[in-house]
């Protein structure tokens, strides 16, 4: 990577071989023009559920084109089926311009989602008070669990909260960091702590829940919507 930053490029981690895919061909990332930080965000939206359906519709396209078919056309198709890829995902998704990026506080573990937050709290359960040392835990829910990329190994415990229902926990086994909450009743979900993002300022709490552990030296913003446990449904 230093190497090619030496030249004057900008070198990006294209991430596990797992995730090679998705600089293959009528992914967003391949052969397109993309300055560093839209790669990264390619990369980040990257749905591997569309490709087959961008490489179906190009075959035909090559098709059309017979045997006279040159380098420049392959490269201009290329291109098309990208920024084709990018229009369906703004058209099929309400995806954030800029991921939500973090992790944990050694960088062994890193996320990134381009999914908005369907839910973000303040959390004054045991469970958080014990895990983040202090009164509450502050929360941003993410639809489309899947859909997350998590780089590094993190380890997970369980645990049954106040409500009965279990929770997974990842954490960093580096340095220890939560970096992630899974539900077992709710699979598709995937929660982050607020202080976790790289840009923390961005969590919007608008809700309180398990204000009935309430500790009195953890005053929250009274104008938060709060709950006795969590909100109903
Ligand atoms: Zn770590
Ligand atoms: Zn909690």
């Known amino acids: 990577m230093s190497l090619v930053e030496d030249t004057g490029f900008d070198a ?4 596990s071989l797992a995730e090679s895919w998705r600089q293959q061909p009528i992914t967003r990332a391949y052969c397109s023009e993309l300055t560093a930080d839209e790669l990264r965000a390619a990369l980040t939206a990257a749905n591997r559920m ?3 359906q961008l490489r179906e519709e190009m075959v035909k396209e090559f098709m059309a084109l017979g045997d006279k078919i040159t380098t420049e056309d392959i490269v201009r198709l290329h291109r098309a089926a990208s920024g084709k890829a990018i229009a369906q995902s703004k058209v099929a998704e309400p ?4 991921p939500y990026t973090g992790g944990c506080a050694c960088g062994a573990i890193r996320y990134a989602t381009r ?7 303040h959390c004054q359960c045991r469970d958080c008070q014990r895990r983040s040392g202090t009164g509450h835990g502050s929360y941003l829910t993410f639809p489309a669990r899947a859909e997350m990329t998590i780089t590094g190994e993190p380890t997970h415990w369980e645990v049954a909260g106040d409500s ?11 340095c220890g960091t939560q970096v992630y909450l899974r539900f077992a009743a709710m699979p598709e979900l995937i929660a982050v702590p607020a202080g976790s993002l790289d840009e923390p300022g961005r969590f919007e709490p608008q809700v ?3 204000r009935v552990r309430a500790l009195a030296w953890d005053a929250m913003d009274p104008s938060l919507q709060s709950f006795e446990r969590m909100p109903p449904g």
């Not at 995806?95 to 800029?98: A, D, E, I, K, V």
């Not at 009965?164 to 580096?174: A, S």
């Open 50 to 52: 569309r490709a087959p």
């Open 12 to 15: 990006i981690d294209g991430g």
């Open 95 to 98: 995806l954030m311009n800029q």
């Open 208 to 210: 309180l829940t398990y």
């Open 115 to 121: 999914h908005a937050p369907v839910f973000q709290n």
């Open 164 to 174: 009965g229902n279990m929770k997974i926990h990842g954490f960093c086994p580096v």
